[in-house]
T-cell receptor, first 114, second 114 residues
């Protein structure tokens, strides 16, 4: 079974641009979560999607958005990029997103904003 | 709001010695606790979880964790460290509500010297 796939692996953007990151979950998984990882803050929860609906949302500004498609693939978008958005963005999937389930993580997209 | 504290940014241990990576948590109701490990340039991998039952939980790669409700702690342990255990370790917590989000600590870097 293929794992969680995130594309692209690396991205370099400039301030003010926008970016779209993609995540393909493990086959059969319907829950997809996104996290931002930075050295100082650890992992910060962005949002979770289940069956094309946003089920949970973290404390990030509206510049961060996401969506999920009918095949469970998910995208997140960051508009008007700021230097502080430089981070590793991790996607994780699970079957139902229920409380006792473990998450399966992708390798992440490393975003650098110049 | 739920939270996780990992008081040590880094833990150093010699190969063959026992290791402990500390974690304390705060959550409403019963906690669902997890440990994940991150190797360089990789996503997170699940190590173990505590949902209910025995306070000592055994996981992957010889790791175990001890749940202590009175101290609200969930420390990760291994009897004999390996150089290959060197990685970044994350503790995470969820409350018992259905489909609640997973909150991570900031991570502890474990360095095992030969």
């Amino acid at each position: 079974k293929a794992g969680v796939t995130q594309t692209p692996r690396y991205l370099i953007k400039t301030r003010g641009q926008q970016v779209t990151l993609s995540c393909s979950p493990i086959s059969g998984h319907r829950s997809v979560s996104w996290y931002q990882q930075t050295p100082g803050q650890g992992l910060q929860f962005l949002f979770e999607y289940f069956s094309e609906t946003q089920r949970n949302k973290g404390n990030f500004p509206g510049r961060f958005s996401g969506r999920q498609f009918s095949n469970s693939r998910s995208e997140m978008n960051v508009s008007t990029l700021e230097l502080g958005d430089s981070a590793l963005y991790l996607c994780a999937s699970s079957s139902e997103g229920s409380t006792n389930e473990k998450l399966f993580f992708g390798s992440g997209t490393q975003l650098s904003v110049l | 709001a739920q939270s996780v504290a990992q008081p040590e940014d880094q833990v150093n241990v010699a190969e063959g010695n026992p290791l402990t990576v500390k974690c304390t948590y705060s959550v409403s109701g019963n906690p669902y606790l997890f440990w994940y490990v991150q190797y360089p340039n990789r996503g997170l991998q699940f190590l173990l979880k505590y949902i209910t039952g025995d306070n000592l939980v055994k996981g992957s790669y010889g790791f175990e964790a001890e749940f202590n409700k009175s101290q609200t702690s969930f420390h990760l342990k291994k009897p004999s460290a390996l150089v290959s255990d060197s990685a970044l370790y994350f503790c995470a917590v969820r409350d018992g509500r259905g489909y609640s989000t997973l909150t991570f600590g900031k991570g502890t870097m474990l360095l095992v010297s030969p």
